[in-house]
């Protein structure tokens, strides 16, 4: 078998013990690949851009569903929101800006945006569901059939009004609501699930 190349020798100085501290690893615990260091450089594009990537999808995502965004503000703004990908990665990496936060702060708050961005989803996803429920639920037919047949709410129904067709017919204005109109029922119930969601973790 082939012999496994020996463990490159740790950087030495002071930035090599600096990392160490701020990754909080021990460099006498490290075992080094020979191209360690570009590896670090790699690793930093990554997370820059692949954060990057995911913050523009939350921001698209708001966009389409008209949820309020963070504007650019006169005290900490978030690099990685505000500036192209490659501009973060180099002023994450240099002395903060007036205006923009820190760079620890910058991907943290980077993190946890993402995080509330996928809990918040959820929480809107089940308020759409709610409300497709509650629209096809048998009170709300009932009441339609009530309606439409002009009698009381709980009296006996014309023979004339099918139940099934009234609920088609509800359906399937549901599902023409929900593809052609950005202010569906769906959608508004998703929006306001997302949005509670996201006042209530503040």
Partial sequence: PTPRA??????????????????????DDLRL??????????????????LSDLIQDRAAFKDEFRVERTQLSMGKNN????????????????????????????L?????????????????????????????????IEALM?????????????RGINPWTVYQTVFEALRRDAVSNVNSVMSMAFRDGYEKFLKAGK
């Fill in 146 to 158: 009530a309606k439409a047949s002009g009698a009381k709410r709980g009296l006996p129904f014309t």
């Fill in 33 to 50: 690949a020979p191209d360690a260091m570009r590896r670090l450089g790699v690793l930093y594009r990554q997370v820059v851009l692949g």
């Fill in 6 to 27: 020996a463990p490159a020798a740790a950087p030495t100085g002071d930035g090599w013990a600096a990392f160490c501290d701020g990754a909080g690893l021990d460099p």
């Fill in 79 to 106: 690099p990685l929101k505000h500036l192209p990908p490659l501009d973060s990665a180099k002023l994450l990496l240099g002395d903060p800006l007036p205006g923009f936060m820190p760079a620890d702060e910058a």
């Fill in 108 to 140: 943290r708050t980077a993190f946890e945006d993402i995080k509330k961005h996928q809990l918040a989803m959820l929480a809107g996803v089940q308020h759409a569901l709610n409300a497709v429920f509650e629209r096809l639920s048998p009170a709300e």
